[in-house]
């Protein structure tokens, strides 16, 4: 059973910088694609950006281009998720997925989605 293990969320001011990991202890990343997704108070889960197998990306939110970034470290096992200029509307809890596909970005519907890490919360305030 795969499993995977979000960290890095915090309280950040406007405009500062997290990094997100998302790590797997039972099966390598290696290869896979991973989404990013998050859910802010109130709001439903949305789709943030997808890494494929090949390491292209795919961003299903306007708002954060430019701003998140998503990279892979083979050696370490783990998923980055560089967010800078944050803004208080980024505020919620963080998700990496494994979509059921293990290669392809499958879109941003959450259901398409097979392996779930348990979050972690971002908090933009000042």
């Known amino acids: 059973q795969l499993q995977l293990v979000e960290s890095g969320g915090g309280l950040v001011q406007p405009g500062g910088s997290l990094t997100l990991s998302c790590a797997s202890s039972?099966?390598?990343?290696?290869?896979?694609?991973i989404a990013w997704f998050r859910q802010g108070p109130g709001k439903e889960r949305a789709a943030v950006i997808c890494?494929?197998?090949?390491?292209?990306?795919?961003y299903y939110l306007d708002s954060v281009k430019g701003r998140f970034t998503i990279s892979r470290d083979n050696i370490n096992n783990t998923v980055y998720l560089q967010m800078n200029n944050l803004k208080p509307e980024d505020t919620a809890i963080y998700y990496c997925?494994?979509?059921?596909?293990?290669?392809?970005?499958?879109?941003?519907?959450?259901?398409?989605?097979?392996?779930w890490g348990q979050g972690t919360q971002v908090t933009v305030s000042s």
């Open positions: 890494f494929n197998s090949v390491g292209t990306s795919s």
């Open positions: 039972l099966s390598p990343l290696n290869y896979r694609a």
């Open positions: 997925a494994i979509p059921r596909d293990p290669y392809y970005c499958s879109g941003p519907e959450g259901d398409r989605y097979l392996f």
